[in-house]
C-alpha cells in the first residue's frame, strides 16, 4: 500500500523548491550584484583596449602614409638631384672642353707666331752671313782689281756723292 505523503513529506518538497527558487533568486542577486559589474568593467577594459588599439592602428596607418610620401618625395629628390648632377656635369665638360680648345689655340698661335719669330731671325742671320761674305768675297776680289790710284778716285767720288747729297737735304 502506498502511503499518502504526509504534510512533512510535502512540507520537505515545498521546502526543496522554495529552497531552489531561493537559490536561484539569491544567485541572481549576488550575480547582478558582484559578478555583473565586475563582467561590464571588463568589457569596459576590453572596449578601451580595443579603442586604443584602433586608435594605434589608426595612427600607424597614419604615419605609413605619411612615411611613403616622404619616400616619395625623397625618391623624387634624388631624381631631380640625379637631373640636376647630369646637366651639371654636361656642363662643367662643356666648359672644361671649351677651356681645352681655348688653350689649346692660344698655343697654336703663339707657337705660330714663335715661328714668325724664329724665321725672321733666321732670315736676319741668314742675310748678315751672306753679307759678311759678300763682303769678304768682295775685299778679296776689290784688293785684286782695285789699286791705288783707282781707290782714290773711287773714295773721291763717294765722298763726292755724300758731300753732293748732304749739300741738297740742307739747302
Given amino acids: 500500500m502506498e502511503a499518502l ?6 512540507l520537505a518538497q515545498w521546502s526543496e523548491i522554495v529552497g531552489g527558487f531561493a537559490f536561484v533568486v539569491v544567485a541572481a ?19 578601451a583596449s580595443l579603442e586604443l588599439i584602433e586608435n594605434r592602428l589608426d595612427a600607424l596607418t ?11 618625395a625623397a625618391d623624387r629628390d634624388a631624381q631631380a638631384i640625379k637631373a640636376r648632377a647630369v646637366t651639371d656635369a654636361r656642363r ?26 724664329a724665321r ?6 741668314l742675310r748678315a752671313e751672306f753679307i759678311d761674305r759678300a763682303l769678304q768675297l768682295a775685299r778679296t776680289k776689290a784688293t785684286a782689281r782695285v789699286d791705288a ?15 753732293g747729297d748732304t749739300a741738297e737735304s740742307t739747302v
Fill in 5 to 10: 505523503p504526509t504534510f512533512y513529506d510535502q
Fill in 29 to 47: 542577486l549576488l550575480f547582478a550584484k558582484y559578478l555583473l559589474p565586475a563582467v561590464r568593467s571588463a568589457q569596459s577594459a576590453g572596449n
Fill in 62 to 72: 597614419a604615419d605609413v602614409v605619411r612615411a611613403r610620401a616622404e619616400l616619395e
Fill in 92 to 117: 662643367e665638360r662643356e666648359r672644361l672642353v671649351a677651356e681645352a680648345k681655348a688653350d689649346g689655340e692660344r698655343a697654336v698661335a703663339n707657337a705660330l707666331n714663335e715661328l714668325r719669330r
Fill in 120 to 125: 725672321i731671325a733666321a732670315e736676319a742671320r
Fill in 149 to 163: 790710284a783707282v781707290n782714290k778716285r773711287l773714295v773721291g767720288a763717294t765722298v763726292q756723292t755724300l758731300l
